[in-house]
Protein backbone atom coordinates (compact mmCIF):
# COMPACT_ATOMS: atom_id res chain seq x y z
CA UNK A 1 0.00 0.00 0.00
CA UNK A 2 1.41 3.34 -1.24
CA UNK A 3 0.23 6.98 -0.53
CA UNK A 4 1.57 10.44 -1.18
CA UNK A 5 2.34 10.69 2.81
CA UNK A 6 1.51 7.53 4.34
CA UNK A 7 -1.01 8.43 6.70
CA UNK A 8 -2.91 10.77 5.38
CA UNK A 9 -4.66 9.90 2.10
CA UNK A 10 -8.52 9.02 2.08
CA UNK A 11 -10.30 7.04 -1.05
CA UNK A 12 -14.22 7.55 -0.71
CA UNK A 13 -16.52 6.52 -3.38
CA UNK A 14 -20.83 7.54 -2.62
CA UNK A 15 -23.47 5.69 -4.33
CA UNK A 16 -27.43 6.30 -4.22
CA UNK A 17 -29.61 3.10 -3.97
CA UNK A 18 -33.22 2.87 -3.96
CA UNK A 19 -36.31 0.81 -2.04
CA UNK A 20 -38.43 -1.33 -3.67
CA UNK A 21 -42.38 -2.62 -2.91
CA UNK A 22 -43.07 -6.14 -3.07
CA UNK A 23 -45.90 -7.84 -4.84
CA UNK A 24 -45.42 -11.18 -3.94
CA UNK A 25 -43.98 -11.04 -0.17
CA UNK A 26 -41.08 -12.80 0.96
CA UNK A 27 -42.44 -13.49 4.49
CA UNK A 28 -40.49 -16.59 6.54
CA UNK A 29 -36.47 -18.12 6.45
CA UNK A 30 -35.52 -21.43 5.97
CA UNK A 31 -32.30 -20.42 7.07
CA UNK A 32 -31.43 -17.30 9.57
CA UNK A 33 -28.27 -16.55 9.54
CA UNK A 34 -27.85 -16.29 5.80
CA UNK A 35 -30.94 -15.16 5.49
CA UNK A 36 -32.43 -17.92 2.78
CA UNK A 37 -36.34 -17.37 2.13
CA UNK A 38 -39.18 -20.14 2.02
CA UNK A 39 -40.81 -18.68 -1.29
CA UNK A 40 -39.77 -16.44 -4.69
CA UNK A 41 -40.46 -13.20 -4.03
CA UNK A 42 -41.05 -10.31 -6.58
CA UNK A 43 -40.60 -6.24 -6.21
CA UNK A 44 -41.15 -2.77 -8.14
CA UNK A 45 -38.21 -0.57 -7.66
CA UNK A 46 -39.26 3.20 -6.51
CA UNK A 47 -37.84 6.08 -7.83
CA UNK A 48 -34.43 6.77 -5.98
CA UNK A 49 -35.56 10.55 -6.30
CA UNK A 50 -38.33 10.22 -4.20
CA UNK A 51 -37.53 7.22 -1.88
CA UNK A 52 -33.62 6.17 -1.38
CA UNK A 53 -30.60 5.88 0.35
CA UNK A 54 -27.42 8.12 -0.22
CA UNK A 55 -24.24 6.19 1.41
CA UNK A 56 -20.59 7.22 1.32
CA UNK A 57 -17.81 4.63 2.09
CA UNK A 58 -14.29 6.06 2.85
CA UNK A 59 -11.05 4.28 3.37
CA UNK A 60 -7.95 5.30 4.72
CA UNK A 61 -4.84 4.53 7.02
CA UNK A 62 -5.27 6.59 9.81
CA UNK A 63 -8.51 4.96 10.76
CA UNK A 64 -8.22 2.35 13.68
CA UNK A 65 -11.91 0.79 13.61
CA UNK A 66 -14.99 0.21 11.01
CA UNK A 67 -17.42 3.08 12.06
CA UNK A 68 -21.00 4.26 10.39
CA UNK A 69 -23.23 7.16 11.20
CA UNK A 70 -26.87 6.58 9.95
CA UNK A 71 -28.80 10.17 9.63
CA UNK A 72 -25.68 11.68 11.25
CA UNK A 73 -25.85 9.36 14.08
CA UNK A 74 -23.14 6.74 14.71
CA UNK A 75 -24.48 3.59 14.94
CA UNK A 76 -22.94 0.18 16.07
CA UNK A 77 -21.56 -2.05 13.62
CA UNK A 78 -21.17 -4.41 15.66
CA UNK A 79 -24.51 -6.95 14.60
CA UNK A 80 -23.57 -9.99 12.62
CA UNK A 81 -25.76 -8.33 9.41
CA UNK A 82 -23.40 -5.92 9.22
CA UNK A 83 -20.55 -7.44 9.52
CA UNK A 84 -21.65 -10.27 7.42
CA UNK A 85 -21.42 -7.68 4.74
CA UNK A 86 -18.49 -6.39 5.55
CA UNK A 87 -16.56 -10.01 5.52
CA UNK A 88 -18.49 -10.70 2.29
CA UNK A 89 -17.29 -7.88 0.28
CA UNK A 90 -14.01 -7.96 1.53
CA UNK A 91 -13.05 -10.78 0.67
CA UNK A 92 -13.59 -9.60 -3.12
CA UNK A 93 -11.50 -6.80 -2.93
CA UNK A 94 -8.98 -6.34 -5.34
CA UNK A 95 -5.94 -4.44 -6.17
CA UNK A 96 -7.44 -0.52 -6.70
CA UNK A 97 -5.51 2.71 -8.11
CA UNK A 98 -6.01 5.91 -7.78
CA UNK A 99 -3.26 7.39 -9.83
CA UNK A 100 -4.03 11.05 -9.33
CA UNK A 101 -4.14 10.74 -6.16
CA UNK A 102 -0.76 8.62 -5.90
CA UNK A 103 -3.11 5.61 -4.08
CA UNK A 104 -2.15 1.95 -4.47
CA UNK A 105 -4.35 -0.68 -2.51
CA UNK A 106 -3.16 -4.14 -2.98
CA UNK A 107 -5.64 -7.29 -2.99
CA UNK A 108 -4.29 -8.02 0.82
CA UNK A 109 -4.13 -4.75 2.25
CA UNK A 110 -7.85 -4.86 2.69
CA UNK A 111 -8.02 -6.92 5.35
CA UNK A 112 -5.83 -4.21 7.68
CA UNK A 113 -7.72 -1.08 6.25
CA UNK A 114 -10.64 -0.39 8.18
CA UNK A 115 -13.80 1.83 6.50
CA UNK A 116 -16.09 5.20 7.46
CA UNK A 117 -19.73 4.78 6.79
CA UNK A 118 -22.50 7.77 6.50
CA UNK A 119 -25.28 7.19 5.09
CA UNK A 120 -28.81 8.97 4.38
CA UNK A 121 -32.07 8.03 3.74
CA UNK A 122 -34.03 11.06 1.69
CA UNK A 123 -37.46 9.53 3.70
CA UNK A 124 -38.32 9.71 7.26
CA UNK A 125 -36.72 6.11 8.17
CA UNK A 126 -39.70 5.87 10.76
CA UNK A 127 -42.28 6.14 8.47
CA UNK A 128 -41.77 2.42 7.86
CA UNK A 129 -41.02 2.53 3.98
CA UNK A 130 -38.12 -0.53 3.70
CA UNK A 131 -35.35 1.70 4.66
CA UNK A 132 -33.53 -1.18 5.38
CA UNK A 133 -33.60 -2.35 1.64
CA UNK A 134 -32.22 0.63 0.35
CA UNK A 135 -29.76 0.85 3.13
CA UNK A 136 -28.01 -2.46 2.77
CA UNK A 137 -28.04 -2.48 -0.79
CA UNK A 138 -26.36 0.97 -0.88
CA UNK A 139 -23.61 -0.25 1.72
CA UNK A 140 -22.84 -3.36 -0.41
CA UNK A 141 -22.84 -1.23 -3.77
CA UNK A 142 -20.64 1.73 -2.54
CA UNK A 143 -18.38 -0.91 -0.92
CA UNK A 144 -17.61 -3.11 -3.98
CA UNK A 145 -17.71 0.06 -5.85
CA UNK A 146 -14.56 1.36 -3.13
CA UNK A 147 -12.76 -2.06 -2.97
CA UNK A 148 -13.00 -2.55 -6.98
CA UNK A 149 -14.99 -5.18 -6.48
CA UNK A 150 -16.23 -6.97 -9.41
CA UNK A 151 -19.15 -6.16 -11.21
CA UNK A 152 -21.35 -9.56 -10.84
CA UNK A 153 -24.81 -8.17 -9.66
CA UNK A 154 -25.97 -11.47 -8.95
CA UNK A 155 -23.27 -11.66 -6.21
CA UNK A 156 -23.68 -8.22 -4.67
CA UNK A 157 -27.41 -8.54 -4.35
CA UNK A 158 -26.53 -12.02 -2.22
CA UNK A 159 -24.07 -10.32 -0.35
CA UNK A 160 -27.27 -7.52 0.72
CA UNK A 161 -29.18 -10.05 0.99
CA UNK A 162 -27.51 -11.09 4.31
CA UNK A 163 -28.13 -7.31 5.55
CA UNK A 164 -32.07 -7.46 5.03
CA UNK A 165 -33.64 -9.75 2.64
CA UNK A 166 -35.62 -7.56 0.99
CA UNK A 167 -32.19 -5.27 0.02
CA UNK A 168 -31.13 -7.90 -2.40
CA UNK A 169 -34.02 -6.79 -4.53
CA UNK A 170 -32.48 -3.02 -4.53
CA UNK A 171 -29.61 -4.31 -6.87
CA UNK A 172 -31.94 -3.64 -9.86
CA UNK A 173 -34.50 -0.99 -11.22
CA UNK A 174 -37.61 -2.24 -12.39
CA UNK A 175 -39.18 -5.16 -11.82
CA UNK A 176 -37.04 -7.79 -9.65
CA UNK A 177 -37.77 -11.60 -8.26
CA UNK A 178 -35.68 -12.58 -5.57
CA UNK A 179 -34.91 -16.66 -6.63
CA UNK A 180 -35.37 -18.33 -3.36
CA UNK A 181 -32.68 -20.67 -4.85
CA UNK A 182 -32.39 -24.34 -3.13
CA UNK A 183 -28.28 -24.55 -2.31
CA UNK A 184 -27.63 -24.82 1.95
CA UNK A 185 -24.90 -21.95 1.46
CA UNK A 186 -27.30 -19.44 -0.30
CA UNK A 187 -24.95 -19.16 -3.32
CA UNK A 188 -28.46 -19.45 -5.70
CA UNK A 189 -30.63 -17.22 -3.57
CA UNK A 190 -30.09 -14.30 -5.77
CA UNK A 191 -32.28 -11.50 -7.03
CA UNK A 192 -32.58 -11.23 -11.16
CA UNK A 193 -34.26 -8.20 -12.96
CA UNK A 194 -37.23 -9.16 -14.65
CA UNK A 195 -37.81 -6.31 -16.69
CA UNK A 196 -36.15 -2.77 -16.67
CA UNK A 197 -37.70 0.47 -15.29
CA UNK A 198 -38.54 1.81 -19.11
CA UNK A 199 -40.11 -1.72 -19.65
CA UNK A 200 -43.62 -0.44 -18.39
CA UNK A 201 -43.19 2.98 -17.59
CA UNK A 202 -47.14 4.10 -17.42
CA UNK A 203 -47.28 3.13 -14.07
CA UNK A 204 -48.11 5.80 -11.35
CA UNK A 205 -47.53 5.21 -7.55
CA UNK A 206 -49.00 6.56 -4.23
CA UNK A 207 -48.13 5.89 -1.25
CA UNK A 208 -49.95 6.65 1.88
CA UNK A 209 -48.14 7.23 4.96
CA UNK A 210 -50.21 6.45 7.48
CA UNK A 211 -50.39 8.06 11.34
CA UNK A 212 -49.63 5.34 13.64
CA UNK A 213 -48.31 5.50 17.26
CA UNK A 214 -48.21 1.70 17.54
CA UNK A 215 -44.76 -0.09 18.45
CA UNK A 216 -45.08 -2.51 15.28
CA UNK A 217 -43.16 -5.99 15.65
CA UNK A 218 -39.83 -6.16 13.19
CA UNK A 219 -40.17 -8.10 10.04
CA UNK A 220 -37.65 -9.97 11.64
CA UNK A 221 -39.20 -10.92 14.15
CA UNK A 222 -43.31 -11.41 12.68
CA UNK A 223 -41.43 -14.01 10.17
CA UNK A 224 -39.91 -16.14 12.68
CA UNK A 225 -43.09 -16.20 14.70
CA UNK A 226 -44.96 -17.29 11.64
CA UNK A 227 -42.78 -19.75 10.32
CA UNK A 228 -42.91 -21.17 13.89
CA UNK A 229 -46.93 -20.94 14.19
CA UNK A 230 -48.60 -20.52 10.71
CA UNK A 231 -49.90 -23.80 8.95
CA UNK A 232 -50.80 -21.42 6.16
CA UNK A 233 -47.44 -19.92 5.98
CA UNK A 234 -46.37 -23.01 4.82
CA UNK A 235 -49.38 -23.64 2.44
CA UNK A 236 -48.76 -20.50 0.76
CA UNK A 237 -44.59 -20.99 0.27
CA UNK A 238 -45.27 -24.19 -0.95
CA UNK A 239 -48.45 -23.84 -3.63
CA UNK A 240 -50.00 -20.66 -3.58
CA UNK A 241 -46.44 -18.67 -4.24
CA UNK A 242 -45.14 -21.00 -7.59
CA UNK A 243 -47.97 -20.59 -9.20
CA UNK A 244 -48.65 -16.91 -8.73
CA UNK A 245 -44.94 -16.08 -9.48
CA UNK A 246 -45.52 -17.32 -13.01
CA UNK A 247 -48.81 -15.53 -13.93
CA UNK A 248 -47.10 -11.59 -12.52
CA UNK A 249 -44.28 -12.64 -14.24
CA UNK A 250 -46.41 -13.02 -17.28
CA UNK A 251 -48.69 -10.02 -16.25
CA UNK A 252 -45.49 -7.57 -16.22
CA UNK A 253 -44.05 -8.99 -19.59
CA UNK A 254 -47.30 -8.08 -21.29
CA UNK A 255 -48.30 -5.06 -19.62
CA UNK A 256 -51.65 -6.69 -18.14
CA UNK A 257 -52.53 -4.34 -15.68
CA UNK A 258 -55.80 -6.14 -14.44
CA UNK A 259 -54.01 -9.60 -13.74
CA UNK A 260 -51.04 -7.65 -11.99
CA UNK A 261 -53.37 -5.79 -10.08
CA UNK A 262 -55.76 -8.79 -9.17
CA UNK A 263 -52.28 -10.67 -7.96
CA UNK A 264 -50.81 -7.72 -5.96
CA UNK A 265 -53.60 -7.46 -3.90
CA UNK A 266 -54.70 -11.27 -3.32
CA UNK A 267 -51.10 -11.48 -1.99
CA UNK A 268 -50.67 -8.48 0.08
CA UNK A 269 -54.07 -9.54 1.62
CA UNK A 270 -52.87 -13.39 2.09
CA UNK A 271 -49.51 -11.72 3.75
CA UNK A 272 -51.83 -9.86 6.20
CA UNK A 273 -53.81 -13.19 6.68
CA UNK A 274 -51.05 -15.22 7.40
CA UNK A 275 -50.16 -12.49 10.30
CA UNK A 276 -53.50 -13.12 11.83
CA UNK A 277 -52.67 -17.20 11.66
CA UNK A 278 -49.41 -16.42 13.49
CA UNK A 279 -49.97 -16.95 17.39
CA UNK A 280 -49.84 -14.65 18.80
CA UNK A 281 -51.29 -12.94 15.68
CA UNK A 282 -49.57 -9.79 14.49
CA UNK A 283 -51.63 -6.64 12.98
CA UNK A 284 -49.83 -4.83 10.93
CA UNK A 285 -52.53 -2.89 9.25
CA UNK A 286 -54.42 -0.21 10.92
CA UNK A 287 -58.48 0.88 10.44
CA UNK A 288 -57.02 3.21 8.02
CA UNK A 289 -55.27 0.49 6.06
CA UNK A 290 -58.32 -0.90 6.32
CA UNK A 291 -60.39 1.99 5.08
CA UNK A 292 -58.08 2.54 2.05
CA UNK A 293 -58.54 -1.29 1.05
CA UNK A 294 -62.56 -0.78 1.01
CA UNK A 295 -61.94 2.11 -0.97
CA UNK A 296 -60.30 1.03 -3.87
CA UNK A 297 -62.36 -2.06 -3.67
CA UNK A 298 -65.35 -0.24 -4.21
CA UNK A 299 -63.69 1.72 -6.66
CA UNK A 300 -62.48 -1.34 -8.87
CA UNK A 301 -65.92 -3.21 -8.01
CA UNK A 302 -68.16 -0.16 -9.71
CA UNK A 303 -65.82 0.14 -12.85
CA UNK A 304 -66.03 -3.65 -13.35
CA UNK A 305 -62.23 -3.61 -14.16
CA UNK A 306 -59.64 -3.06 -11.88
CA UNK A 307 -58.14 0.35 -11.55
CA UNK A 308 -55.26 0.68 -9.50
CA UNK A 309 -53.55 -2.23 -7.00
CA UNK A 310 -52.64 -1.66 -3.15
CA UNK A 311 -50.21 -3.43 -1.18
CA UNK A 312 -49.27 -3.20 2.54
CA UNK A 313 -45.42 -4.15 3.98
CA UNK A 314 -45.21 -4.82 7.49
CA UNK A 315 -46.89 -1.71 8.82
CA UNK A 316 -50.34 0.55 8.11
CA UNK A 317 -49.08 2.21 4.92
CA UNK A 318 -50.48 1.56 1.73
CA UNK A 319 -48.72 1.51 -1.29
CA UNK A 320 -50.85 2.02 -4.10
CA UNK A 321 -50.14 1.43 -8.47
CA UNK A 322 -52.21 2.60 -10.59
CA UNK A 323 -52.20 1.90 -14.30
CA UNK A 324 -51.33 5.26 -15.59
CA UNK A 325 -51.71 9.14 -14.35
CA UNK A 326 -55.16 9.52 -15.54
CA UNK A 327 -56.10 6.85 -12.63
CA UNK A 328 -53.68 8.00 -10.03
CA UNK A 329 -55.41 10.97 -10.69
CA UNK A 330 -58.49 9.45 -9.99
CA UNK A 331 -57.33 7.83 -6.91
CA UNK A 332 -56.04 11.06 -5.27
CA UNK A 333 -59.20 12.37 -5.47
CA UNK A 334 -60.66 9.41 -3.67
CA UNK A 335 -57.72 9.31 -1.21
CA UNK A 336 -58.14 13.55 -0.51
CA UNK A 337 -62.00 13.18 -0.52
CA UNK A 338 -61.86 10.49 2.57
CA UNK A 339 -58.82 11.55 3.81
CA UNK A 340 -58.12 15.58 3.85
CA UNK A 341 -54.71 17.55 4.81
CA UNK A 342 -55.49 18.57 8.65
CA UNK A 343 -56.53 22.08 8.86
CA UNK A 344 -53.40 24.54 8.30
CA UNK A 345 -51.57 22.03 6.75
CA UNK A 346 -50.10 22.90 3.37
CA UNK A 347 -50.74 21.46 0.29
CA UNK A 348 -46.95 20.34 -0.49
CA UNK A 349 -46.38 19.33 2.64
CA UNK A 350 -49.10 16.71 2.15
CA UNK A 351 -48.53 15.60 -1.10
CA UNK A 352 -44.75 15.30 -1.78
CA UNK A 353 -42.59 13.72 -4.89
CA UNK A 354 -43.92 14.01 -8.00
CA UNK A 355 -46.77 16.79 -7.33
CA UNK A 356 -47.12 17.18 -11.04
CA UNK A 357 -50.15 14.63 -10.76
CA UNK A 358 -51.89 17.18 -8.78
CA UNK A 359 -52.56 19.38 -11.59
CA UNK A 360 -54.29 16.60 -13.41
CA UNK A 361 -56.10 15.78 -10.52
CA UNK A 362 -57.46 19.70 -10.08
CA UNK A 363 -56.11 19.48 -6.66
CA UNK A 364 -53.46 22.49 -6.87
CA UNK A 365 -55.02 23.87 -3.23
CA UNK A 366 -57.06 22.87 0.02
CA UNK A 367 -59.65 24.92 -1.74
CA UNK A 368 -60.03 22.67 -4.42
CA UNK A 369 -59.93 19.46 -1.94
CA UNK A 370 -62.64 20.96 0.13
CA UNK A 371 -64.94 21.40 -2.93
CA UNK A 372 -64.42 17.67 -4.25
CA UNK A 373 -67.05 15.45 -4.84
CA UNK A 374 -68.09 12.33 -3.20
CA UNK A 375 -66.51 9.47 -5.32
CA UNK A 376 -69.81 8.21 -7.32
CA UNK A 377 -69.35 4.86 -6.41
CA UNK A 378 -69.57 5.91 -2.58
CA UNK A 379 -72.91 6.86 -3.26
CA UNK A 380 -75.65 5.86 -0.70
CA UNK A 381 -74.01 3.13 0.29
CA UNK A 382 -71.39 4.26 2.76
CA UNK A 383 -71.71 7.60 5.14
CA UNK A 384 -68.97 9.97 3.28
CA UNK A 385 -67.55 10.65 7.22
CA UNK A 386 -64.08 11.78 6.30
CA UNK A 387 -60.67 11.09 7.90
CA UNK A 388 -58.55 14.12 8.25
CA UNK A 389 -55.64 13.44 10.11
CA UNK A 390 -55.51 9.77 9.60
CA UNK A 391 -52.81 9.98 7.06
CA UNK A 392 -49.34 12.36 7.46
CA UNK A 393 -48.69 12.41 3.86
CA UNK A 394 -48.75 10.61 0.31
CA UNK A 395 -45.70 10.04 -1.70
CA UNK A 396 -46.19 10.30 -5.50
CA UNK A 397 -43.79 8.23 -7.23
CA UNK A 398 -43.11 5.48 -10.05
CA UNK A 399 -40.83 2.67 -10.83
CA UNK A 400 -37.27 4.11 -10.78
CA UNK A 401 -33.35 2.34 -11.36
CA UNK A 402 -31.05 0.49 -9.48
CA UNK A 403 -28.26 1.74 -7.55
CA UNK A 404 -26.08 4.40 -9.14
CA UNK A 405 -22.52 5.63 -8.27
CA UNK A 406 -22.12 9.31 -7.79
CA UNK A 407 -19.51 10.50 -9.30
CA UNK A 408 -19.35 14.36 -8.13
CA UNK A 409 -17.57 14.52 -4.89
CA UNK A 410 -19.73 17.15 -4.11
CA UNK A 411 -22.24 14.68 -3.16
CA UNK A 412 -19.92 12.87 -0.45
CA UNK A 413 -21.41 12.69 2.95
CA UNK A 414 -17.86 12.33 4.39
CA UNK A 415 -15.58 14.65 4.69
CA UNK A 416 -12.44 14.57 2.38
CA UNK A 417 -10.05 15.77 5.21
CA UNK A 418 -11.02 14.24 8.23
CA UNK A 419 -12.78 11.34 7.26
CA UNK A 420 -16.17 11.94 9.40
CA UNK A 421 -19.57 12.84 8.48
CA UNK A 422 -20.14 16.52 7.28
C1 LIG B 1 -43.17 -7.52 4.49
O1 LIG B 1 -36.30 -7.80 4.43
O2 LIG B 1 -37.15 -6.37 6.34
O3 LIG B 1 -41.50 -6.14 3.52
O4 LIG B 1 -34.71 -10.21 6.00
O5 LIG B 1 -35.37 -10.06 8.39
O6 LIG B 1 -34.31 -8.09 7.28
P1 LIG B 1 -35.19 -9.32 7.12
O7 LIG B 1 -36.65 -8.80 6.71
P2 LIG B 1 -37.10 -7.70 5.68
O8 LIG B 1 -38.59 -8.22 5.40
C2 LIG B 1 -39.42 -7.64 4.44
C3 LIG B 1 -40.79 -8.18 4.56
C4 LIG B 1 -41.85 -7.48 3.73
C5 LIG B 1 -42.09 -8.20 2.40
C6 LIG B 1 -41.06 -7.99 1.31
O9 LIG B 1 -40.41 -6.94 1.23
O10 LIG B 1 -40.97 -8.92 0.48
Known amino acids: MTGESEKSWILMATARSPTNIAVIKYWGKRDEELILPVNDSISVTLDPDHLSATTTVAVSPSFEQDRMWLNGKEISLSGGRYQNCLREIRKRARDVEDEKKGIRIQKDDWNNLHVHIASYNNFPTAAGLASSAAGFACLVFALAKLMNVKEEYGELSSIARQGSGSACRSIY ?38 SSKQKETSSTSGMRESVQTSALLKYRAETVVPSRVLKIEEAIRDHDFASFARITCADSNQFHAICLDTTPPIFYMNDTSHRIISLVERWNQSEGTLQVAYTFDAGPNAVMIAPNRQAAALLLQRLLFYFPPPQDTDLTSYILGDKSILQEAGLQSVEGIEALAPPPESKDKVPRKKFAGDISYFICTRIGSGPKLLADENQALIDPVNGLPK
Open 173 to 210: GGFVKWAMGNNPDGSDSIAIQLAEETHWNDLFIVIAVV
